[in-house]
């Protein structure tokens, strides 16, 4: 097992992590901007280092600086949490350049599944049902061609990449020039690499994905299904588990397809699997994520099973000591993604001091957050403050125990969409479990 453990992130998922070490009795380093040298994750680890300036590129994304902050405090293993440098394969391969273990999969995995356009290859070879499309297209002419195979509506996606860049919905023939020329101009700027690939955009769908740990021994196991619809410009909102709208049938070959693609790739460490699902119960593989999730919460309430753990002790070595016959989803739980912006102002972000702070509790209700009394949010990165979690035996129950929860929680100071989650839980549609992700774009038109 690791003796110490730098986590190469910010915010509640630094703290998520950190956490985990401390139960596991492994040492902690955290990294930090100069905005950030007051951050929560900063005082709760055991070591910390400044690896540069407020501005991401200059810091969090500073591998450099990074793997020096490893090297100098000894630290045999980085966790690099969500977004940053979780999906970067240049990073993943320089740790193992510096004897420094990668918390995730290998560099060459997340290459493969990071290019789109590949990993719809490859399912498609491992018999895992994928969207009707095309292979990368070279040229905008070669792209008009190929749309009028597929038929509109279609979707321009880049092959790098995530975060919703890169993509682009096509209703009709003469917006697709334009469509294709922005989509690829905005993944060469966001990703480096501006090729794209078109899929037929299915509507309505829900986006439904499927946890899954592997381990180097060749154990692999399915926790089941998050449902990850409410999105806003593809940003998911809130997510929830089990998904309403699958049943024990759909479920058991959605899993099965999900081991089937981590094993097709000889997967390891966490992952995630999403499909779209129909209406009609068919579901297409969208995409692999290598990485932890934001919405990992969900699974761990309703499983049991830690998987920030897990993932340490996945890169350690440590094999799976669980079946799949041993994983049992119990009840239903919910997370809303809490966000200092305002939604009567076109979801604008805001930065400020943090007033007045007051947490939720009871059985099963957990805040993920970094913020404390008088905390100064900075306005250099993601909006997202806390990630507040509920389980309860019910669908129905545990809507009423997260909106009691959310009128518990102030968070005073600055602006944030607490009141926007709480109108979302009221919302007919959402009430039934029926709602795809085109609800939040519906319910703006209305």
Not at 24 to 48: F, K, N
Not at 72 to 81: E, F, K, L, V
Not at 183 to 197: T, W
Request: glycine content about 8%.
């Amino acid at each position: 097992m690791f003796s110490k453990i730098l986590i190469a992130n910010r915010g509640e998922i630094a703290v998520r992590i950190i956490r985990a070490c401390k139960e596991m009795g492994i040492s902690t380093v955290a990294v930090y901007s100069e905005a950030d040298r007051d951050a929560l994750h900063v005082s709760l680890a055991d070591e910390s280092v400044c690896i540069g300036p407020a501005m991401a590129k200059d810091s969090y994304l500073n591998i450099s600086a990074i793997l020096a902050a490893a090297v100098a405090t000894g630290a045999n293993a980085i966790h690099p949490g969500y977004g940053f440098l979780s999906e970067n394969a240049r990073f993943a391969n320089l740790c193992a350049q510096c004897h420094i273990a990668f918390i995730g999969p290998s560099s060459e995995l997340i290459t493969k599944m990071g290019d789109k356009d590949m990993a719809r290859k490859t399912m498609k070879k491992a018999g895992v049902p994928i969207i009707p499309g095309c292979d990368l297209v070279e040229s905008l002419q070669q792209g008009m061609k190929e749309a009028d195979k597929i038929g509109y509506p279609l979707l321009i996606k880049a092959r790098a990449g995530g975060g919703g860049k890169g993509i682009r919905l096509v209703k009709q023939k003469e917006d697709f020039q334009n469509a294709f020329l922005s989509a690829s101009s905005e993944a060469l700027n966001a990703f480096g690499d501006g090729q794209v690939y078109l899929e037929k955009y299915l509507f309505p769908v829900k986006h439904v994905e499927m946890q899954i740990l592997a381990d180097s021994f060749g154990n692999v196991v399915c926790l089941g299904e998050r449902d990850c619809s409410m999105q806003r410009k593809n940003q998911k909102v809130l997510e929830e588990s089990p998904c309403s709208a699958v049943s024990d049938k759909v479920r058991e070959k959605m899993m099965e397809a999900a081991v089937k693609a981590v094993k097709a790739v000889n997967y390891t460490n966490a992952g995630t699997i999403e499909f779209l699902l129909d209406q009609d119960n068919n579901f297409y593989f969208m995409e692999m994520n290598t990485r932890l999730q934001v919405e990992h919460p969900v699974t761990e309430i309703i499983t049991g099973i830690d998987l920030v753990k897990w993932q340490i002790r996945i890169a350690a070595g440590v094999p799976i000591d669980f079946k799949q016959k041993d994983i049992s989803l119990k009840g239903h739980a919910i997370e809303c993604r809490i966000n200092a912006e305002n939604p009567e102002k076109n979801f604008m972000p805001n930065a400020g001091n943090i007033t007045l702070l007051h947490v939720p509790g009871g059985p099963k209700v957990r805040f993920d957050t970094a913020l404390y009394q008088d905390y100064f949010v900075p306005p250099f990165y993601d909006s997202m403050i806390g990630k507040l979690i509920v389980s309860a035996p019910s669908r129905s129950e545990a809507i009423r125990k997260m909106k009691a929860a959310l009128c518990e929680l102030v968070i005073e100071g600055i602006d944030t969409n607490i009141d926007f989650q709480a109108e979302l839980l009221d919302e007919a549609e959402f009430r039934s479990g029926k709602y795809g992700t085109n609800f939040l774009n519906e319910r703006k038109a209305e």
